[in-house]
């Protein structure tokens, strides 16, 4: 049974919160942003993205805060997702991977981190060299207990329904694809 949630995975930088929102507000969802999330948790413990990235790999329990958030979403109805892990803990979602060359992601983040309290608060950068730094470290690290935690690649594209690449495609063409994708994905 197809569930009415959907789940946006992705690289780093590729849109993932703001298609989300976008995505949410049209189709009348609600949101979440396990990224939103797991900074908050940073904050409350006084650290970085980063700093709460890197004290994950020693101490599973800021992740696992995050994953039981995800997995008591795959209760609900009617939510847009965004989350690199979403996608494993909702597989009945309509599933949607956002791609990004990370030469381009560097500057989006840089933008979105200046527009955002709470980024700026928790990624604490102020060039894209310095995104791109923090960026790849982050990627890493996430990607070592993804794999470490649950045997999971977010970055294999073949687990998701719908791929879209945000740098041929403006916002608000890739909200209108996965719109227009996930009306057809509930019909068959």
């Given at each position: ?130 995104v791109l730094e923090k960026m790849t470290k982050r990627f890493e690290s996430e990607q070592r207990r993804y794999w470490d935690l649950y045997k ?37």
């Amino acid at each position: 049974m197809k569930k009415e949630i959907i789940t946006i995975c992705g690289s780093l930088g590729s849109g993932k919160s703001s298609t989300a929102k976008k995505v949410a507000e049209i189709l009348g969802f609600k949101h979440f942003s396990s990224g939103d999330f797991f900074r908050q948790v940073g904050l409350e413990l006084g650290l970085s993205v980063n700093e709460t990235n890197t004290r994950a790999e020693i101490d599973p329990k800021i992740d696992e805060m995050t994953d039981q958030k995800l997995r008591d979403l795959n209760n609900k109805n009617k939510i847009v997702v965004d989350s690199r892990t979403a996608y494993h803990w909702i597989p009945k979602s309509f599933k949607i991977y956002l791609d990004l060359p990370t030469e381009i992601a560097k500057e989006r983040i840089l933008n979105s981190i200046k527009a955002d309290k709470l980024r700026e608060q928790s990624e604490q950068v102020k060039t894209s060299a310095e995104v791109l730094e923090k960026m790849t470290k982050r990627f890493e690290s996430e990607q070592r207990r993804y794999w470490d935690l649950y045997k999971i690649d977010n970055t294999n594209k073949n687990q998701f329904d719908l791929i879209i690449d945000t740098n041929k495609n403006n916002l608000n063409e890739v909200v209108q694809i996965i719109v227009s994708e996930y009306k057809k994905w509930l019909r068959n």
